[in-house]
T-cell receptor, first 110, second 111 residues
Framework: RKEVEQDPGPFNVPEGATVAFNCTYSNSASQSFFWYRQDCRKEPKLLMSVYSSGNEDGRFTAQLNRASQYISLLIRDSKLSDSATYLCVVKRGSNYQLIWGAGTKLIIKP | NAGVTQTPKFRILKIGQSMTLQCTQDMNHNYMYWYRQDPGMGLKLIYYSVGAGITDKGEVPNGYNVSRSTTEDFPLRLELAAPSQTSVYFC??????????FGSGTQLSVL
């Protein structure tokens, strides 16, 4: 079993819809959580950190459920430009160790 | 600011050849990383550095070497290239190991 697992998708969603996807992690000692966005053939870019109380950045909302060991990303009023692969990242411990999920591909259709 | 600059963008190597992937940052970050990304897989850490003169192995260091003589530069050396090293390579920097800034990547094929 992978330490960080994501549904690879693709999620095909009409423009303007709301979409959500989850990421599960297996190591209960995981401390910090992040969502990165990666456009096709481009480098990953930090979308948002995920805080214990949940956090929102515009149309994006991230949640953490420690009891069930997953994080989620919700995108409201989706735009064509939201089409990308969303990477879940978990920080294990206090050193360099970031564990990356393989990503969920999102396609927004007009 | 250029941020993180990686060269080359593409490269084809023959089995057994060697090459160096260059990475330069102008963000004055102490932490630098080399990752590889294979299709359908998460990024895997090859090597990292917490400052000039300090490097350490990540998850998949075999077949690679690094050096960090300056804050700005963190080259990745491939010795005796193998088909298993066909991948996309990303260099990244950060103040810690949370918010990372990536270079645009190097697509490497070993044939």
């Amino acid at each position: 079993r992978k330490e960080v697992e994501q549904d690879p998708g693709p999620f095909n969603v009409p423009e303007g819809a709301t979409v959500a996807f989850n990421c599960t992690y297996s190591n209960s000692a995981s401390q910090s959580f992040f969502w990165y966005r990666q456009d096709c053939r481009k480098e990953p870019k930090l979308l948002m950190s995920v805080y214990s109380s949940g956090n929102e950045d515009g149309r994006f909302t991230a949640q953490l459920n420690r009891a069930s060991q997953y994080i989620s990303l919700l995108i409201r009023d989706s735009k064509l430009s939201d089409s990308a692969t969303y990477l879940c990242v978990v920080k294990r411990g206090s050193n360099y160790q970031l564990i990356w999920g393989a990503g969920t591909k999102l396609i927004i259709k007009p | 600011n250029a941020g993180v600059t990686q060269t080359p963008k593409f490269r084809i190597l023959k089995i057994g050849q060697s090459m160096t992937l260059q990475c330069t940052q102008d963000m004055n970050h102490n932490y630098m990383y080399w990752y590889r990304q294979d299709p359908g897989m998460g990024l895997k850490l090859i090597y990292y550095s917490v400052g000039a003169g300090i490097t350490d192995k990540g998850e998949v260091p075999n077949g690679y070497n690094v050096s960090r003589s300056t804050t700005e530069d963190f080259p990745l050396r491939l010795e005796l290239a193998a088909p298993s090293q066909t991948s996309v390579y990303f260099c990244a920097t950060g103040e810690g190991n949370e918010k990372l800034f990536f270079g645009s990547g190097t697509q490497l094929s070993v044939l």
